[in-house]
């Protein structure tokens, strides 16, 4: 078995990217180099492609590295991160996608450049106002910055879109159905993807298609008959340059209303979470756990007050790299503490803890705070996330509307946040992520592990031991 000595704490990581010098950026200033990343005063820029130009995105906070010395002991032995490598050994399979290694591979790729075409749609009945590109650019520089970060720059979407909306040759009333049953062969399957066939054709010659696998419809908030989602996974669509398998999404009404948003915020600024969200199941994520319907990130809600992405989720797709999971397996744990990086905060560092307590099942520990990509939590969200991975199990979403509160045992999901010592949920409290944060000095036992925050700064002092 192999194993590595750790002799610091925190290891910072850069981006593959050679930063460029500039004196001044401004975001959506052009640039002339995809990829290239420039530092200015606390902010890092890159340049990202949008439709057939190339812009500075808005930038994010560089977090400077501390230099101090810890006044912790460091972890003296962990194992190799791919003893926590667990294989997926789902007997019953109610979604496609493994919970478990390897990490499957859907039509959309998880690593590399993503082609999506963004084609704004509009109607007779929903005619489409002003230039679409105004309310999208934004939109598609977030869900850039968004892969930059999660994916540690080892995925990218290169998106195209246009600046004049495309006509459908149908209103929009004849699509007035009940929510997408995504995947099968039913009349709503057939009715959309005849629509989306029409609006692909409608384009004409505004977009090339050619390694496209996915397609973004942007509509008229004043859209007609569709209510919920308009869209299918891996579905053939014929083009101008030939046949190309793909996922297809686009918001209706609901996704402009303004119910449960944060400080007034609409469902419309934040159409880049939703299509993350989707574009990430047709790119082999099982998502939905932990805590389905929580406020935690992408994976669970995504028009949370979260754009977090669980650890598990990068560990498993090879976006975090090895140097930011410490894994641990359980007849190997020794009292020992690690200086852990929140998910939510731009950077690097440390971002996950892991300690494999069987040949299905790991716990993970993850430092989450109200920062960045999580800056609209509550002031108080911060402490540690800790949840137990089993990839014998999947998710069984059939409560979602009828009581399961998203963290059950009584449904099947392929991760469970875990409740600190002392505290025990029910009901009505199970749905508030907020109540499994274990606080600076609490202690959560599970599987014989016990796990401390020590001390909760910038970074998170934490402890894990075998339980007494």
């Not at 069984?396 to 099947?412: F, K, Q």
């Amino acid at each position: 078995m192999k194993r590595l000595s750790i002799f610091a704490l925190v290891t910072i990581v850069g981006f593959s990217i050679t930063p460029v010098s500039h004196a001044a950026i401004k975001a959506g200033q052009s640039c002339s180099k995809l990829g290239a990343t420039s530092v200015v005063g606390s902010k890092k820029f890159t340049c990202v492609k949008v439709s057939k130009k190339l812009v500075w995105n808005s930038g994010v906070t560089v977090k400077k590295t501390s230099t101090s010395s810890q006044v912790f002991p460091t972890v003296t032995k962990i194992d190799s991160v791919d003893i926590c490598k667990i294989t997926d050994q789902r007997t019953s399979k109610l979604q496609p996608n493994n919970v478990g290694f390897p990490m499957t591979q859907g039509e959309i790729p998880y690593l590399g450049k993503v082609k999506v075409a963004v084609i704004p749609v509009d109607f007779t009945d929903a005619v489409g106002l002003g230039n679409p590109r105004t309310k999208l650019d934004p939109l598609l520089i977030k869900m850039n910055q968004w892969a930059e970060q999660f994916s540690n720059g080892k995925m990218t979407f290169d998106f195209q879109t246009t600046d004049s909306w495309i006509r459908s040759p149908k209103p929009s009333a004849d699509l007035a159905f009940q929510k997408a049953q995504i995947g099968g062969n039913d009349p709503t399957t057939a009715t959309q993807n005849e629509y989306s066939q029409a609006f692909i054709n409608a384009a004409g010659d505004k977009f090339n298609f050619s390694g496209v696998s996915a397609i973004i419809y942007y509509f008229p908030s004043n859209v007609q008959g569709i209510e919920y989602d308009f869209g299918q996974r891996n579905q053939t669509m014929q083009t101008k340059q030939g046949p190309i398998r793909i996922m297809y999404w686009g918001g209706g009404k609901y996704h402009y209303s303004n119910i449960g948003r944060v400080n007034g915020e609409t469902k419309q600024s934040l159409f880049w979470a939703f299509w993350i969200h989707e574009i990430l199941h047709s790119q082999g994520f099982p998502l939905h756990a932990p805590g389905n319907g929580f406020v935690t990130g992408l994976a669970t809600d995504q028009y949370g007050e979260s754009g977090s992405f669980d650890t598990w989720s990068t560990f498993k797709a090879g976006w975090l790299n090895d140097n930011q999971v410490v894994c641990v397996d359980k007849p190997n744990l020794t009292s020992s503490f690690v200086k852990l990086a929140a998910v939510d905060r731009n950077g690097t560092g440390i971002k996950s803890v892991m300690v494999k307590i069987s040949d299905h099942e790991v716990l993970v520990i993850e430092s989450r705070k109200n920062v960045d990509w999580s800056s609209s939590w509550p002031s108080d969200a911060n402490g540690l996330l800790v949840y137990k991975v089993d990839t014998t199990k999947d998710n069984d979403r059939t409560g979602e509307s009828s009581g399961d509160t998203g963290n059950e045992a009584r449904y099947s999901k392929w991760a469970y946040f875990l409740a600190p010592d002392g505290v025990k949920l029910e009901g009505n409290q199970s749905r508030d992520f907020k109540n499994y944060l274990v606080r600076e000095g609490r202690t959560l036992t599970d599987s014989g592990v016990k796990i401390t925050l020590v001390k909760i700064g910038e970074d998170d002092v934490i402890q894990i031991q075998k339980a007494s």
